[in-house]
C-alpha cells in the first residue's frame, strides 16, 4: 500500500536555529514529490516538486532533498514567518496525472 | 490574479440538507480535485476531474457527487450530509503534465463545513 509518512509531528525551533523535516515514503514507483506550506486557515501553497533522488532544489532558507525512501526539507536560520505546517505529497507513476497522497504535516514553530 | 476560488467559505446546515460547494479557476487548468483535510488525517481526496466530462473517485468518494462541464468549474455536492462529513474542503487545480511531468497543485482557501 502506497503511504507517506512525515515526522516529526510537531517542531518548536527558536530563531536561528536549523532543522529538518522528513517525509518518508513507500511507493510503487515515484513520478514525483511535492513540499507545500499550509497556514492556519489557508490553502496549501506550493513549495518544491522533486523528481528522483539526488535532486536538491533551495528558496530562501529551505531546501528539499530527495532519496529514493524519503525527502527533507532543510530549514537554515528560520525565522518566526517560516511558522506554518508543511505538508509533502508524493504521486506514484501507476495512478493518474492527477492522483496524489498527502501526508499529514510537520507543524513548525518558530520562537523569536 | 490567478487563483482558485471556493464558495462559501463557511456553512452550517443540518443532517439531509443538500448543498453544493463550488469552485473555480482561472488558470485554463485541466486538471481539478477535492480535497478534505482532518486532524491526524491530512489531506484526502475525494474526487479529480483530467478534463470537462472525465472524473473518477479518489480515496473518500462516499457522500459526494461532482460534476465538470465547464473548464474552470468544479463543483462539490452532498446531496444528504451527515455528520462526519464536517471537515475543511478545499479545491485544487494544476496543469496536465502527461506521462512524465507532474505540476504542482494550485489550492483554493478552503470550505469549513459543520452538519449538525
Known amino acids: 500500500e502506497d503511504q507517506v509518512t512525515q515526522s516529526p509531528e510537531a517542531l518548536r525551533l527558536q530563531e536561528g536555529e536549523s532543522s529538518s523535516l522528513n517525509c518518508s515514503y513507500t511507493v510503487s514507483g515515484l513520478r514525483g514529490l511535492f513540499w507545500y506550506r499550509q497556514d492556519p486557515g489557508k490553502g496549501p501553497e506550493f513549495l518544491f516538486t522533486?523528481?528522483?533522488a539526488g535532486e536538491e532544489k533551495e528558496k530562501e532558507r529551505l531546501k528539499a532533498t530527495l532519496t529514493k525512501k524519503e525527502s527533507f526539507l532543510h530549514i537554515t536560520a528560520p525565522k518566526p514567518e517560516d511558522s506554518a505546517t508543511y505538508l509533502c505529497?508524493?504521486?506514484?507513476?501507476?495512478?493518474?496525472?492527477?492522483?496524489?497522497?498527502f501526508g499529514t504535516g510537520t507543524s513548525l514553530t518558530v520562537i523569536p | 490574479e490567478a487563483q482558485v476560488t471556493q464558495n462559501p467559505r463557511y456553512l452550517i446546515t443540518v443532517t439531509g440538507k443538500k448543498l453544493t460547494v463550488t469552485c473555480s479557476q482561472n488558470?485554463?487548468?485541466?486538471?481539478m480535485s477535492w480535497y478534505r483535510q482532518d486532524p491526524g488525517l491530512g489531506l484526502r481526496q475525494i474526487y479529480y476531474s483530467m478534463n470537462v466530462e472525465v472524473t473518477d473517485k479518489g480515496d473518500v468518494p462516499e457522500g459526494y457527487k461532482v460534476s465538470r462541464k465547464e473548464k474552470r468549474n468544479f463543483p462539490l455536492i452532498l446531496e444528504s450530509p451527515s455528520p462526519n462529513q464536517t471537515s475543511l474542503y478545499f479545491c485544487?487545480?494544476?496543469?496536465?503534465?502527461?506521462?512524465?511531468?507532474?505540476?504542482?497543485?494550485?489550492f483554493g482557501p478552503g470550505t469549513r463545513l459543520t452538519v449538525t
Open positions: 485544487a487545480s494544476s496543469l496536465d503534465g502527461g506521462s512524465n511531468l507532474v505540476y504542482e497543485q494550485y
Open positions: 488558470m485554463n487548468h485541466e486538471y
Open positions: 522533486l523528481y528522483s
Open positions: 505529497a508524493v504521486q506514484p507513476k501507476w495512478v493518474s496525472g492527477n492522483q496524489f497522497y
